[in-house]
């Protein structure tokens, strides 16, 4: 690959920004599938702005912004998204075609473009997710995580983020059985999850993924929010991880959820939880099958659009 406007001796990361615009009733497969396929960043915009008094007026496209590591598995992801383009199609026959374009960016590009979308967002009742660059003046008991994304995927704008937040605000908040509260934080990504878990009141964080950038980024976000005393993040599979734990939140897939189910249901205390998203409608029955046990009963479900967040308690009344 070109070095795509680097100067002589500098080393620039390099990625591909897909742009897609699609039918607002594919949105959310199609971010879920970028983000499978290893996109940072998903984010969406509207094709055509709206003034407010056109709001009732249905959306007939919307655009989708993604980015792809240049790497050996590029031309792979590229072939494998236009297959799911042409399978939608003929899913929704109904629905005009996506259509994407790309272009070549290197990373201080791809930061530029973060910085239009990620603003201050109220995710749940006490949580308010900043970007270190914005400024936000807190009210009554607001918790303020601030992120700066980088690289790595989860900005808290997407459902499946917003979900686990509302889910581990209500246990942490809620549940007094424990009184100090053990975490998991699988697929961590920025680290929203787990350093909302440390400023909600858990004692010990964990943060693991497999990525090391998102490692790398999870652990300068944790510092920035000064959270370190209570939060760890590791670079490896969570295979590698022995440890108990009072709750943990996997925000994957259903796919990963599912190989991953045996051992993370091995590290949850009795009366701890499970709390698990990434999912969408689709895959609900396969996951009910695989997680829905005599040893784990469902507490609450949570939904938004397609997507689902489940928390399951172990051996708990």
């Known amino acids: 690959m070109p070095e795509l406007g680097a100067k002589a001796g500098e080393k620039r990361a390099k990625w591909l920004k897909i742009e897609l615009s699609a039918s607002p009733e594919l949105v959310d497969a199609l971010s879920n599938f970028l983000t499978e396929i290893g996109a940072h960043g998903v984010f969406q915009e509207e094709l055509e702005s709206q003034a407010p008094e056109d709001f009732t007026v249905s959306r007939q496209r919307e655009v989708m912004k993604a980015y792809l590591p240049f790497d050996i598995r590029l031309e792979g992801r590229l072939a494998s998204l236009k297959v799911y383009l042409e399978s939608l199609s003929g899913l929704f026959p109904e629905l005009e075609e996506p259509q994407f374009t790309t272009e070549a960016v290197v990373d201080q590009d791809w930061g530029e473009e973060w910085k239009k979308y990620f603003k201050p967002l109220r995710v749940s009742k006490n949580i308010v997710i900043k970007p270190t660059w914005e400024r936000y003046a807190p009210a009554g008991r607001d918790i303020i995580i601030d992120i700066d994304p980088g690289m790595a995927f989860g900005t808290g704008q997407h459902p499946s983020t917003r979900m686990c937040l509302e889910a581990i605000e209500d246990i942490l908040l809620k549940d007094r059985t424990k009184e100090k509260w053990r975490v998991l934080d699988v697929g961590t990504g920025t680290g929203i999850l787990g350093i909302s878990c440390a400023k909600l009141g858990a004692e010990r964080v964990v943060c693991v993924d497999i990525d090391r950038k998102a490692a790398e980024i999870a652990q300068e976000n944790v510092i920035i929010n000064h959270v370190q005393e209570k939060v760890e993040v590791i670079n490896r599979d969570v295979n590698t991880i022995h440890e108990p734990f009072d709750l943990i939140v996997a925000n994957l897939t259903a796919k990963i959820l599912i190989r991953l189910r ?51 308690r172990k051996g708990g009344n």
């Open 262 to 312: 045996t051992h993370l249901m091995s590290l949850i205390e009795n009366g701890g939880y499970l709390v698990i998203s990434g999912i969408i409608d689709q895959n609900r029955s396969d996951i009910e099958a695989h997680f829905f046990t005599s040893q784990f009963t469902p507490r609450n479900i949570i939904t938004e659009k397609e997507w689902i967040c489940y928390v399951l």
